[in-house]
């Protein structure tokens, strides 16, 4: 088979960005409202929430969609689409933290744009190449929110103080100390080892495809870390010291030690 004509069977490349930015920005509307009507009908909790409580929950069961769709990839076209799908969600919802101010809507408005610049260079810039594989390692720091998002769920619907909470509380944990512990020290180092290196000052390509994406991903790194450290480390401990001392009486989980509702980023 010819290799000309079998690259054009293939998906063009206004469809792997633009095409699928639109399909997916769709995807995800469809997902938020298809949850907030059946989360109104069976879900007795999610009635008594305020606009902005039932936004952040469907806000959260829509990132699930995204996140359980992430992966390290080595393939340009596939890569592509999913930074297409991946650009998609941060414009959704971008657009619902900031149009229903969820709880600490600004650094979530602040994450989404910086996380989006690299990934919207790549795809919409067209002359700019850039490292699929690392750009994928980024994205793949968000892959602790699912687990997250799982054990805020069974908070809000009553099972905070079930061994089922407690199990995915750990892997949480656990899941957030690689994300968001390992991934981003790993991104760091091959930024400095492979990327920086290979910039050329007086080169007007690499300011303007590499300089922002760089800047982006130590910025990305720092804040991951930084929530893992200062924000995470300490609820959990909190809420796995409220365990070990109650063990005859209920637990009262409160804002400051509920694991889960730590809203992720």
């Not at 009908?41 to 009635?47: D, G, S, T, W």
């Not at 720091?141 to 407690?166: K, Q």
């Not at 690689?178 to 050329?200: D, E, H, K, Q």
Request: with cysteine.
């Amino acid at each position: 088979m010819d290799i000309a004509a079998a690259s054009s069977a293939g998906p063009s490349l206004e469809f792997v960005t633009y095409g699928v930015t639109g399909l997916s920005l769709v995807v995800f509307v469809g997902v938020f409202w298809t949850t907030h009507v059946v989360s109104l009908r069976y879900a007795a909790i999610y009635k008594a929430y305020t606009t902005t409580e039932r936004a952040n929950w469907c806000s959260s069961l829509t990132q699930q969609t995204w996140d359980s769709s992430l992966r390290p990839l080595h393939s340009v076209d596939l890569a592509r689409a999913f930074f297409s799908w991946s650009i998609a969600y941060f414009l959704y919802d971008l657009v619902v933290v900031a149009y229903w101010q969820v709880p600490q809507w600004k650094v979530f408005t602040a994450h989404h744009l910086v996380a989006m610049v690299p990934f919207a260079i790549f795809n919409f810039y067209g002359s700019c190449l850039a490292d699929t594989f690392l750009l994928s390692i980024y994205l793949l720091v968000e892959i602790c929110v699912v687990p997250m998002n799982v054990a805020t769920f069974l908070e809000d619907l009553g099972y905070a103080h079930s061994r089922v909470h407690v199990i995915v509380s750990y892997v949480s944990f656990g899941s957030w100390v690689l994300a968001r512990g390992v991934l981003p020290l790993y991104a760091l180092f091959i930024l400095w080892t492979v990327m920086v290196p290979s910039l050329t000052v007086h080169s007007t390509a690499d300011w303007v495809c590499a300089v922002p994406a760089i800047v982006c991903g130590h910025v990305i790194s720092f804040f991951c870390i930084g929530c893992l450290i200062w924000i995470i480390t300490p609820a959990f401990v909190a809420n796995y010291k409220a365990r070990a001392s109650s063990s005859s009486t209920q637990v009262v989980l409160t804002e400051s030690t509920r694991y889960g509702t730590i809203n992720p980023v």
